[in-house]
């Protein structure tokens, strides 16, 4: 018998549903929230009201491009936590709802879980290589930088973390600080392409051990701009380039010591990311280069679910399907969940 999986994943802004059918993604349906743009950020309270209005018609295309229809579904998988609470209990209650009129087994998921799960997502007619266990992940977001040894699809470890800001932070901060839209990340992605990386030099913690700290190269960043837009008001709109370029490549340095550190001491040379900033193409190319110096099996999850998908949902729910770890109709959603 087939085993099919309706994803749902409505953490932050994005409602997204997906349909997994034997360990095959066979669909993955997001709406975006542009709502949240003119305020610099996202807006819990417009964030609930928008999953609210789009997560029937997300999980309704979902199962159309699936080519399946509802009575089929096998168990519904829904994300928990962490995220923001409003979010959250919209995806919570509809998958408690489904399961409960389908009368399917229902699954929570952990967002950071289903973002390492990610690297094992598959497509029909797909050539993919499935990280073995036990493999280093660095799991980089707007919430996180952790550095964690992934020994099961359900035991992690984390080793290394942030003990202030995230990457993600980092790079949105900074990107407020020239003015750039949100998030920032992938507007200075695109813009560091063309700059010079050599440019300018900011601050680089030093902190022992694996964690990371992003708070300082914003501070620093903070004033480096304040101070020469004194003597050149258009200092950033003149050096926009360069200074996305600069700061980029600042921000990959501290990630990637971290990572080759950590797989110094732990003897692990599979190596993934994972999360929001594993979309960007500087980290990908310099994690690449690093790869092949250090003769690392590097798996990097394709483009499209490195930010919030149901897929992830989907594919970490079709494992926990097999184990039988079901939640029951009294589970609430957990904004502050831990990996
Ligand atoms: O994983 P994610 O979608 O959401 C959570 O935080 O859970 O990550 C969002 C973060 C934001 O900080 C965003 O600026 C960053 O990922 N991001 C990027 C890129 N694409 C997304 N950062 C740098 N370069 C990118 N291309």
Redesign the pocket.
């Known amino acids: 018998m087939d085993t099919i999986i309706l994803g749902i994943e409505s953490?932050?802004d994005d409602t997204s549903a997906a349909i997994i059918k034997n360990g095959i993604l066979l669909s993955n349906v997001t709406a975006n929230q542009d709502v949240h743009e003119k305020f610099g950020g996202v807006v819990p309270e417009l964030a609930s009201r928008a999953h609210q209005v789009n997560i029937i018609p997300v999980v309704d295309l979902a199962i159309k491009n699936a080519g399946i229809t509802s009575d089929e579904i096998s168990a519904i998988a829904f994300t928990r936590g962490p995220g923001l609470m409003g979010s959250l209990l919209v995806g919570t209650s509809f998958a408690k709802g489904f399961a409960l009129a389908k009368n399917i087994p229902l699954i929570e998921v952990n967002?950071l879980q289903g973002?390492l799960a990610a690297l094992f997502l598959k497509e029909e007619n797909e050539q993919h290589t499935d990280p073995k266990f036990p493999f280093l992940t660095l799991l980089v977001?707007?919430?996180?930088s952790q550095i964690i040894i992934v020994k099961d699809f359900f035991e992690q470890e984390i080793i290394g973390e942030t003990i202030d800001d995230a990457a993600?932070?980092a790079?949105?901060k900074c990107a407020k600080v020239m003015g750039l839209g949100y998030?920032?990340?992938?507007v200075?992605?695109k813009l560091a392409k063309e700059g010079n990386p050599e440019k300018y030099k900011f601050s680089k913690p030093k902190i022992d051990g694996l964690n990371y700290s992003f708070s300082g190269l914003k501070t620093s960043f903070l004033y480096f701009v304040r101070d020469n837009s004194i003597d050149n008001p258009d200092f950033v709109k003149d050096n926009i380039k360069d200074l996305c370029a600069s700061l980029q490549k600042t921000i990959i340095d501290i990630l990637l010591n971290k990572l080759i550190l950590a797989s110094k001491q732990t003897g692990i040379i599979e190596i993934a990311i994972a999360?929001?900033?594993s979309?960007?193409?500087g980290l990908r190319s310099s994690l690449t280069l690093e790869a092949e110096k250090r003769k690392w099996i590097l798996h990097i999850p394709k483009f499209k679910y490195?930010?919030?998908n149901a897929a992830m949902i989907a594919i970490t729910g079709y494992h926990k399907y097999f184990k039988k770890m079901f939640a029951d109709q009294s589970i609430t959603a957990e904004s502050s969940l831990k990996l």
């Open positions: 953490s932050c967002h973002h977001s707007g919430g996180n993600g932070e790079f949105d998030p920032g990340g992938p200075v992605d999360g929001g900033v979309a960007n193409s490195t930010t919030d």
